[in-house]
Nanobody, 123 residues
Framework: QVQLVESGGGLVQPGGSLRLSCAAS????????MGWYRQALGKQRELVAT???????NYVDAAKGRFTISRDNAKNTVALQMNTLKSEDTAVYYC?????????????????WGQGTQVTVSS
């Protein structure tokens, strides 16, 4: 019923930029927190950035000053602008959203995840 779809990943050289997008669709009543995780090959998943419905954002230290998270509540989307990319940023990036369905109408929020999009930073 609810689906998140990511896009925007790809191959870039060190110092380059990418913009990831994630769109939520389905039986959505309201979306609360949204954000992005990433998982590098052979490493555990880490939280990269979060943003509240009101626009308050937080970043992992490694992303501060380089990444910017944003959202559009009217379009049910969240984006991650990544600048000055480093090889260490290479990972599969997953968006998530805490969503209350039409059925629950604010009494219950569930976490939904996208399928992931590959970001590779290499010369």
């Amino acid at each position: 019923q609810v689906q998140l779809v990511e896009s925007g990943g790809g191959l870039v050289q060190p110092g380059g930029s990418l913009r990831l997008s994630c769109a939520a669709s389905g039986s959505i009543f309201r979306i609360y927190g949204m954000g992005w995780y990433r998982q590098a090959l052979g490493k555990q998943r880490e939280l990269v950035a979060t943003i509240s419905r009101g626009g308050t954002s937080n970043y992992v230290d490694a992303a501060k000053g380089r990444f910017t998270i944003s959202r559009d509540n009217a379009k049910n989307t969240v984006a991650l602008q990544m600048n000055t990319l480093k090889s260490e940023d290479t990972a599969v990036y997953y968006c998530y959203a805490n969503i209350t369905s039409i059925e629950h109408r604010g009494f219950r929020a569930d976490a939904y995840w996208g399928q992931g999009t590959q970001v590779t930073v290499s010369s």
